[in-house]
């Protein structure tokens, strides 16, 4: 069995970011606080555990005075305020994508727009980013939401990081359908859409797919769903190696492997190595990635 890994795997630069800024706090300090998951990756949070991190349910639970970070969705705008009021020490990693959303938004408001944010109004990208916005803002997830956009209305539009470009466009026709002065600015992160192509364009080249990501990662249940069209059940997501199933690749010749953004590469480098047990062999004349994944974490 041939394995295309594809060139899209791993980190995405915000989360890598995160994890760095982090694991350099932690070689200097016994302990670091998060309010709830820096990244959306389970084994990683766990690792980062290991080394001091600790991950609390709400800012009330960060103790006053002590250390913590901003995760890398960044945080509600009241949660930063009781943190600040408890003199707690906080270290940005919010993603700069993330900001810009906000930032694009804000600028919209300034100049009399209403501002629409294309997204999951439960994840917390969109809570923390609608937070700080003072206006009028509306999270809207599908064209039924638009009905209460008059004519006469100034309507700006923008999107959470990793929602799909296709999807997007389509929201923003619809907009531009009901109200007579519309701006759009694409704030989608520029990773979200290379790995979707990625993923496209490995579809198209396996007869299975493994997709390695937290099941509470919005992007990575995205690239779930869009092989899911494709290949059915043989698209295969998981977040932990073990459960791999070796009956999953009876008869597959080609198995792509791709990952969502929040999944490091000592993850993937396991994966490899159960799928090399299996009779898998990475395709690198197949346009694979060509990291060696070390499986030391």
Known sequence: MKI??????????????????????????????????????????????HKGLISVKSAE??????IAVVRSHGLKKEEIGLLIKNKVKLIDTTCPFVKRVKSEAQRMLEKGYKVLLYGDPEHPEVQSVTSYLEGEVLVVREEGDLDFISIFDKIGLVSQTTQELDAFIKMAIAVSRRAREVRIVNTICDATVRRRRALM???????????????NSANTGK???????????????????????????????RLGLASGASTPDWQIGVVLAILK??????????????RRYSLSH
């Open 61 to 66: 639970d960060v103790p006053a005075g002590s």
């Open 201 to 215: 364009d490995l579809i198209s080249r396996s007869d299975a797919l493994l997709i390695v990501g937290g099941k």
């Open 277 to 290: 047990k299996y009779g898998g062999e990475v395709c690198n004349e197949c346009g694979s990635d060509k």
């Open 4 to 49: 295309i890994v594809s060139p899209e795997i791993g980190f995405c630069f915000g989360v890598k970011r995160a994890v760095n800024m982090v694991e350099k706090l932690l070689s200097e300090l016994e302990e670091v606080y998060v309010v709830g998951s820096l990244i959306h990756n389970s084994l990683e949070m766990e690792r980062l555990r």
């Open 223 to 253: 690239l779930a769903s869009l092989s899911k069209k494709y290949l059915g059940e043989k698209t295969y997501h998981i977040e932990f190696p073990k459960e791999i199933s070796r009956g999953w690749f009876e008869g597959i010749e």
